[in-house]
């Protein structure tokens, strides 16, 4: 998709983008000075592989002032993106044939990680709502299940679980000796009365079976810097830094220097930025609402909603590219070539009648591609059944 939009950029078309899968704001300016003051003082050196110690600890800090978890500042490893952090803990953890349970939707990524450790990624179903069901994730355990890689708040859904659902899902990992790989990049957008819980912090003993991911990316805008936070017992800790020692060397120094800036004094910039996310996510839930031949559980927290199209719209032609909706990925297609509107295709996130909406992208252009997407939906509504 992006290759098709830039495509048709380069041909002079003014494309409206809601495919962002990173925030549309600038990092702390703590965090960008600090980083032109280590590059002026010479610090572009290697560091210790999983990290500086301070980055470690602040990170530590962070993690139990935010998360309610403690972990020793060498249970902590800075790695180069929550990215590789995950595809890492699945290295560390995963033998060939292991397999790894992932509530689906998902972020497309997490499958091609879990076969890059020799592990088989079995996809379950959230319920209607995207939220994990408990029932589809027990009749998916076989004895070759070794861990759950969840995500909440959540990409592409924008969906966050909820307490009891979360706990509910820790106790049954717990019993069943499963390893958690808690993907929590979207903790600090969440929106509305909805707030963010780690299974690990509704359920203790679970932190000895789990790994908790984070990082810089979404929370302080600092995709491009690659730093992330994978937490885990001391022994597994220790596994991870050593595979990154051979994979990486270490995270970008730099950067590092920057993300403790940022952790330390960047707290302000991240409110400003998860507030003008929280109206944006207002605006998107309002219209999509009461936009015909759509459901959307609404989103509660990340910069995603995730529509499934109606059956008055599924099987349908649109009038104005005469193609036939069979799926998310066909509205999308339609929607750029008639409407120059970009969005994500529901079928690399698992479901195929969904689309995703980033609202990683100004008020003024989110509010003129909504009301294109609902111009289209309507014409394919009252376009007659085909
Ligand atoms: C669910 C999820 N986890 C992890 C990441 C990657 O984070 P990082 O930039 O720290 O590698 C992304 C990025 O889009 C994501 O959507």
Known sequence: MIARVRELQAQGAEILELTAGEPDFRPPEV???????????????????????????????????????????????????????????????????????????????????VRIAEGVPVMVPCDRNHLPDLEALEAARTSATKAI???????????????????????????????????????????????????????????????????????????GWRIGFAAAPEALAKTIGGLQSQLASCPNSISQIASLAALQHGGEARQQMRQAFENRCRL?????????????????????????????????????TGRQIQSGDDFIEVLLEADQVALMGGTAFGE???????????????????????GRLQAIQNSGND
């Open 31 to 113: 965090a960008e000075k600090a980083a032109m003051e280590a590059i002026q003082a010479g610090k572009g050196r290697y560091t210790p592989a999983s990290g500086t110690m301070a980055l470690r600890q602040a990170a530590a800090n962070w993690i139990e002032s935010d998360f309610g978890l403690r972990y020793s500042p060498r249970e902590v490893i800075v790695c180069p993106g929550a990215k590789i952090g995950i595809s890492q803990a699945l290295l560390a953890l995963i033998r060939s044939g292991d397999e790894v349970l992932i509530p689906t939707p998902s972020w497309t990524s997490y499958p091609e990680m």
């Open 149 to 223: 890689l969840i995500n909440s708040p959540c990409n592409p859904t924008g969906a966050v679980w909820p307490k009891d659902r979360l706990k509910a899902l820790g106790e049954w990992a717990l019993a069943h000796d499963l390893w958690v790989i808690s993907d929590e990049i979207y903790a600090h957008l969440v929106y509305g009365d909805n707030r963010h819980d780690s299974p690990m912090a509704l359920v203790p003993e679970l932190q000895q079976r789990a790994v908790w991911i984070g990082g810089m990316s979404k929370a302080y805008a600092m995709t």
């Open 284 to 320: 998107v839930s309002e219209r999509l609402a009461i936009m015909p031949g759509l459901e959307c559980p609404a989103p509660q927290g990340a910069f995603y909603a995730f529509p499934r199209l109606q059956d008055s719209i599924l099987g349908r032609r649109d009038p104005a």
């Open 352 to 374: 195929p009648t969904a689309f995703r909406i980033s609202f990683a992208a100004s008020e003024t252009v989110l509010t003129d591609a909504l009301d294109r997407i609902a």
